[in-house]
């Protein structure tokens, strides 16, 4: 008898300790390890933008395409950052790279843009999805966001002002209709240039979704320097 208890009790402080180690794992770990994805993902893309990269070249390595120039903006590929979004609200050190598809491997890296949707600042929605806990916890304050805060993006060439048109909406994850062109539920009354951002609801669950819709306000020209409210 004393040999099963001392078998089970060796086997609950194990167990403990194995689940002490998940908790860790998930709450701090997975955190470190997307914020240095994050910050490598921001630092490539910054240094392609500073490249001069030849005319009809779609890669950055100064090589022109065979063909000569694109006959429009170039597609955005697949796993890899093409933006940068910053949001005041959560405070000015905030900022995480747009990945193109919203897949496992792309929302450890950063956020993900819904590759259904418009073109960042193009007429139609930019959906864009991101973590609300773990993997950097990137859209932890979404539910915080309130009316007229500004969502401001760049690609390198121009700086993309949204600002939030309402309160964040509670839905369910087969809402698709939140992504739509025009987006269900959001109150806007036809088409535009609109901003979608998606997360899971609750903070640490995902039966629902929480959804923050913004409208396409203002664009400069990063030669302009940073809009008015990413200046402390």
Same mark, same amino acid.
């Given at each position: 008898m004393r040999v099963l208890v001392r078998t089970f009790s060796e086997l609950c402080i194990t167990v403990g300790a194995l689940i002490v180690l998940f908790v860790v794992y998930v709450l701090f770990w997975t955190g470190v390890q997307a914020n240095s994805a994050m910050d490598d993902e921001i630092d490539a893309l910054q240094d392609r933008w500073a490249q001069d990269a030849a005319p009809g070249d779609d890669d950055g390595d100064g090589a022109a395409t065979a063909g000569g120039p694109p006959d429009g903006p170039l597609p955005y590929k697949d796993g890899k950052a +093409? *933006? !940068?979004?910053?949001?005041? =609200?959560?405070?000015?050190?905030?900022? /995480?790279? $747009?990945?193109?598809?919203?897949?496992? @491997?792309?929302?450890?890296?950063?956020?993900?843009?819904?590759?259904?949707?418009?073109?960042?600042?193009?007429?139609?929605? +930019? *959906? !864009?999805?991101?973590?609300? =806990?773990?993997?950097?916890?990137?859209? /932890?304050? $979404?539910?915080?966001?309130?009316?007229? @805060?500004?969502?401001?993006?760049?690609d390198g060439t121009t700086w993309f002002t949204y600002r939030v048109h309402r309160e964040p909406y509670r839905t369910l994850p087969g809402d698709v209709g939140v992504i739509d062109p025009v987006p269900r539920g959001s109150g806007f009354d036809g088409p535009g240039r609109y901003l979608t951002l998606t997360t899971c609801e609750p903070e640490w669950g995902h039966s629902h979704r929480l959804i923050v819709w913004a409208h396409l306000d203002a664009t400069q020209p990063v030669e302009a320097g940073k809009p008015e409210a990413l200046r402390r």
């Open positions: +093409f *933006a !940068v979004m910053y949001i005041p =609200r959560f405070g000015f050190t905030w900022n /995480k790279p $747009v990945l193109q598809g919203t897949g496992i @491997d792309v929302l450890k890296k950063g956020l993900g843009h819904y590759a259904s949707t418009a073109r960042l600042g193009q007429k139609g929605n +930019f *959906a !864009v999805a991101g973590h609300r =806990r773990t993997y950097g916890d990137p859209f /932890k304050d $979404v539910p915080e966001l309130r009316p007229n @805060d500004p969502v401001i993006l760049t």
